[in-house]
């Protein structure tokens, strides 16, 4: 099986705009291929995760990778699947995530010996002559059949600012910018790209008559159509400063029974026959591929070690106090008793379980806060020093731990 059929197989490819052409590049080793990233965040998150994982599958399978920093687009914005307009962005807060990316990347794809590059399209787009870009770029854009395009038509409903509008232009530019320069043949990028991306392939071929290539790849939907990678406190981070390696393994153990087997296929480098073996598991055996699935994606990010302790900590029952060293912790200092207490609600907030009073007040009132095994059932709850120099264990819901300690 090339790794074409293999893209297929894991249910991964969404559109292509040749598949004969695409299928013989990749499953061949003669792609040299990009996928962007918008450094809105000094971290990438779940988001950014199946691209990730594309482009190692398509390195190991000898095709070059190029990782492409939109360091130039980010000061404009993408359109795409939103709404409202993105907050402008400086360039040293640009410059300074895209230094996280770079070190998170290296994670997934291999960058020695010019196996793959890493490159900021901020190179050629903050140079670029207005009046130039018109006559040469622009000319070849149609206005009518960029209207026509999904992101626009969304944005339209709410007001299409001229800067945006001009996102496309500069996304195809890029695509010609990589061809020129380092003979980038293909692009790939999210479902809702595709506009943009076949912007690309029409300027290289208006402009140099050559052929290029785009493929889009599914979004990480769940089994309701929403995008993975979100919870009640934010997005899931692959930094773990933001989103710690047990919060991370947590995360993927959580799934709902119907999304285990599409993550395991879109996300892991298991073979296809060991995930057809735990499509098989019914009813609670179904947690052993969430275990699985966890492990896997946590030792991707955060390694070996970290994985073993993030899933030796998810198993530890709870109330025990033998093994959750590596659950999330929150220390507290004298000063944050009052008379030798803490009120449950203000405690909730401390260890960021709720985001405010109002929220912590309703999760007890319906029955969703345990302390050390012990339902909570009176909002006026009161937790002494004492239970703290023991350290306690809050447990929100069915499946959110979190130790509290004295400092």
Same mark, same amino acid.
């Given at each position: 099986m090339g790794v074409y059929e293999e893209l297929q197989e894991r249910g991964l490819i969404a559109q292509v705009t040749d598949e004969k052409e695409i299928k013989e590049l990749v499953n061949n080793g003669k792609a040299v291929f990009y996928i962007g990233f918008d450094p809105t965040a000094d971290s990438l998150h779940v988001g950014h995760f199946m691209a990730l994982c594309l482009m190692k599958r398509l390195q190991m399978a000898g095709n070059k990778p190029i990782a492409l920093i939109g360091g130039g687009t980010a000061m404009i914005g993408d359109p795409s699947g939103r709404t409202d307009m993105r907050q402008m962005m400086t360039k040293e807060t640009i410059d300074h995530n895209v230094e996280c990316f770079k070190k998170q990347m290296s994670k997934f794809i291999d960058f020695s010996d010019d196996k793959a590059l890493l490159v900021n399209n901020a190179e050629w787009l903050l140079d670029l002559n207005y009046v130039e870009v018109l006559r040469e770029v622009g000319a070849h854009f149609s206005v009518n059949r960029m209207l026509t395009a999904e992101c626009y038509k969304q944005r339209m409903e709410k #007001?299409?600012?001229?800067?945006?509008?001009?996102?496309? /232009? !500069? $996304?195809?530019?890029?695509? &010609?910018?990589?061809?020129?320069?380092?003979?980038?043949?293909? $692009?790939?990028?999210?479902?809702? =790209?595709?506009?943009? !991306?076949?912007?690309?392939?029409?300027?290289?071929?208006?402009?140099?008559?050559?052929?290029? &290539?785009?493929?889009? /790849?599914?979004?990480?939907? @769940?089994?309701?159509?929403?995008? !993975? #990678?979100?919870? =009640?406190?934010?997005?899931?981070?692959?930094?773990?400063?933001?989103?710690?390696?047990? +919060?991370?393994? $947590?995360?993927?153990? @959580?799934?709902?029974?119907?999304?285990?087997?599409?993550? %395991?296929? !879109? %996300?892991?480098?298991?073979?296809?026959?060991? /995930?057809? +073996? %735990? +499509?098989?598991? +019914?009813?609670?055996? /179904?947690?052993?591929?969430?275990?699985? %699935?966890?492990?896997e994606l946590t030792n991707l990010i955060h390694g070996e070690e970290e994985a073993g302790k993030a899933q030796e900590a998810a198993r530890a029952l709870f109330g025990s106090k033998s093994n959750t060293e590596n659950m999330p912790t929150t220390e507290l200092s004298a000063d944050d008793f009052a008379d030798g207490e803490i009120g449950i609600l203000d405690l909730l907030v401390k260890c960021s379980l709720t985001s405010s009073k109002g929220e912590g007040r309703r999760l007890v009132q319906q029955g969703g806060i345990s302390v050390d095994d012990v339902k909570i059932t009176e909002i006026a709850h009161k937790v002494s020093v004492d239970d703290v120099k023991n350290s306690i264990i809050i447990k929100k819901g069915k499946k959110v731990f979190h130790k509290v300690i004295l400092k």
């Open positions: #007001g299409l600012s001229f800067l945006e509008f001009n996102y496309m /232009i !500069m $996304q195809s530019y890029d695509f &010609y910018a990589l061809y020129k320069k380092y003979g980038c043949n293909m $692009q790939f990028g999210g479902d809702d =790209q595709w506009s943009n !991306m076949l912007g690309g392939t029409e300027l290289i071929r208006r402009k140099l008559g050559k052929d290029a &290539y785009a493929m889009t /790849i599914n979004l990480l939907l @769940n089994s309701e159509g929403k995008k !993975m #990678g979100k919870t =009640q406190s934010g997005a899931v981070w692959l930094d773990a400063e933001k989103t710690s390696p047990y +919060e991370f393994y $947590q995360y993927w153990r @959580n799934v709902d029974d119907a999304d285990v087997v599409k993550c %395991l296929k !879109m %996300l892991t480098f298991l073979p296809l026959s060991e /995930i057809a +073996e %735990l +499509e098989k598991l +019914e009813g609670s055996e /179904i947690n052993k591929a969430k275990e699985v %699935l966890a492990y």
